[in-house]
T-cell receptor
Framework: GAGVSQTPSNKVTEKGKYVELRCDPI?????LYWYRQSLGQGPEFLIY????????DSGLPNDRFFAVRPEGSVSTLKIQRTERGDSAVYLC?????????????FGEGSRLTVL | TQLLEQSPQFLSIQEGENLTVYCNSS?????LQWYRQEPGEGPVLLVT?????EVKKLKRLTFQFGDARKDSSLHITAAQPGDTGLYLC?????????????FGTGTLLAVQP
């Protein structure tokens, strides 16, 4: 499809396990964002990529969270030693990165449940 | 820390009523966007406002950016059930290499037929 694709759509894991969430942005979009959202709340910023580099990772809550975008397209959010508090919907968005007022195009999110 | 506070947090109204959602901050933003999100989907952009005092209209929706670029409002006239959803304001603050968008706390709107 032409939109932002996120996989898996749902992930249930046990506390302490490792999880990877994948984001496939819109082709040609240089900027990629990861957000975390709890039910009924606004998305919480995690990290922003411009190309291959993380331009701003100030939202990552701790060193268990890490994200990569090695070829400037697909990105993977990695969570080590998952905790119950990590349960949320993880949203990925991309934009052209050409304008400061550019629109963010979101995927449908990956719902993570840590038991 | 959520820099953008939205009010009300939740609003349930009857079809045909008017409503206003507020988005407030102590910080100045270079631009502000409003998004609408439906269950199981990502937020979708409604409008971007850039200039202090700017007013934009999108059919029955009117958006205003405060003069000091610290706050914004969304007014819906004659609400319809299709307006139901989570409304999010999002501010952009530019500096250096960062171009991140900070979202507000959200307003959940339910329009009853």
């Amino acid at each position: 499809g032409a939109g932002v694709s996120q996989t898996p759509s749902n992930k249930v894991t046990e506390k302490g396990k490792y999880v990877e969430l994948r984001c496939d942005p819109i082709s040609g979009h240089t900027a990629l964002y990861w957000y975390r959202q709890s039910l009924g709340q606004g998305p919480e910023f995690l990290i922003y990529f411009q190309g291959t580099g993380a331009a701003d990772d100030s939202g990552l809550p701790n060193d268990r969270f890490f994200a990569v975008r090695p070829e400037g397209s697909v990105s993977t959010l990695k969570i080590q030693r998952t905790e119950r508090g990590d349960s949320a919907v993880y949203l990925c968005a991309s934009s052209t990165g050409l304008a400061n007022t550019g629109e963010l195009f979101f995927g449908e999110g990956s719902r993570l449940t840590v038991l | 820390t959520q820099l953008l506070e939205q009010s009300p947090q939740f609003l349930s109204i009857q079809e045909g009523e008017n409503l206003t959602v507020y988005c407030n901050s102590s910080s100045v933003f270079s631009s502000l966007q409003w998004y609408r999100q439906e269950p199981g989907e990502g937020p979708v952009l409604l409008v971007t406002v850039v200039t202090g005092g700017e007013v934009k209209k999108l059919k029955r929706l009117t958006f205003q950016f405060g003069d000091a670029r610290k706050d914004s409002s969304l007014h819906i006239t004659a609400a319809q059930p299709g307006d139901t959803g989570l409304y999010l304001c999002a501010g952009a603050r530019y500096g250096g290499a960062t171009n991140k968008l900070i979202f507000g706390t959200g307003t959940l709107l339910a329009v009853q037929p």
